[in-house]
């Protein structure tokens, strides 16, 4: 019996060591490169993360410092997807962490902010915290009450390819332009007249990173 208890004592220790690493919603998140990430606790403890190897969204807010974008990073490491996002408003901002996507509802209507007209306000939605936090589709113009709004292309292509239990959420409020830079370029995203502001702004930020050679 003391065994026993010395096991589920270590397990509860290993879920807890696994919730902090991907969903301390007050933790700060620092993209190191494309694949790995300083997750930092409002406590001061830090961790590297590398989701080298593993399909995963990077989230980077809708806030000033930060790109307005969500990125859709496949597991041979090619960010195959750029949708531009809005995130939550003042008082209801999303949290930062990294955290891991547990339910996919392809049609939904929100039980917090339904709609009156009737119509589904959270289709396609990808849920990454239990507090009700999801990447759905809804009007990327207009700050959210938490989720992420995507238009409605990038949210059907990212909910066809995300998987439930494995795909990760990365969710910081730093610029992720300077890694995903050249990979949209390949994708034949274009500097035009007609781009946002803010993603030209986040462009413009920080000089973008040289892949290395032979990636």
């Known amino acids: 019996m003391p065994?026993?208890?010395?096991?589920?004592?270590?397990?509860?220790?290993?879920?807890?060591?696994?919730?902090f690493?991907?969903?301390?919603?007050?933790?700060?998140?620092?993209?190191?490169?494309?694949?790995?990430?300083?997750?930092?606790?409002?406590?001061?403890?830090e961790k590297v993360v590398d989701l080298e190897g593993q399909d995963y969204i990077v989230v980077s807010v809708r806030e000033k410092g930060a790109d307005g974008l969500a990125y859709a990073i496949d597991?041979?490491?090619?960010?195959?997807?750029?949708?531009?996002?809005?995130?939550?408003a003042k008082g209801h901002e999303t949290p930062s962490g990294i955290f891991t996507i547990f339910r996919k509802e392809r049609f939904?209507?929100?039980?917090?902010?339904?709609?009156?007209?009737?119509?589904?306000?959270?289709?396609?939605?990808?849920w990454f915290t239990q507090r009700g936090h999801a990447i759905h589709m809804g009007n990327n113009d207009a700050m959210s009450h938490g989720c992420i709004h995507v238009g409605k292309k990038g949210a059907n292509s990212m909910f066809n390819w995300a998987t439930k239990d494995r795909t990760k959420v990365v969710v910081t409020r730093e610029h992720y332009m300077p890694f995903a830079y050249?990979?949209?370029?390949k994708s034949g995203y274009k500097n035009h007249s007609k781009l946002p502001?803010?993603?030209?702004?986040?462009?413009?930020?920080?000089?973008?990173?040289?892949p290395k050679t032979g990636q």
Do not use: C
Request: no cysteine; glycine share 6%.
């Open 3 to 19: 065994n026993l208890r010395k096991l589920l004592a270590m397990g509860i220790i290993m879920m807890l060591s696994t919730q």
């Open 21 to 45: 690493i991907y969903a301390d919603t007050k933790s700060r998140v620092l993209p190191l490169s494309k694949t790995k990430f300083a997750v930092m606790s409002d406590n001061g403890q």
């Open 75 to 88: 597991k041979d490491g090619t960010i195959w997807w750029a949708a531009i996002i809005s995130s939550g």
């Open 108 to 126: 939904y209507m929100s039980k917090a902010h339904p709609e009156s007209s009737g119509i589904n306000n959270m289709d396609f939605s990808l």
């Open 182 to 185: 050249y990979d949209l370029l």
């Open 197 to 210: 502001e803010h993603i030209k702004a986040a462009i413009r930020a920080f000089p973008p990173v040289k």
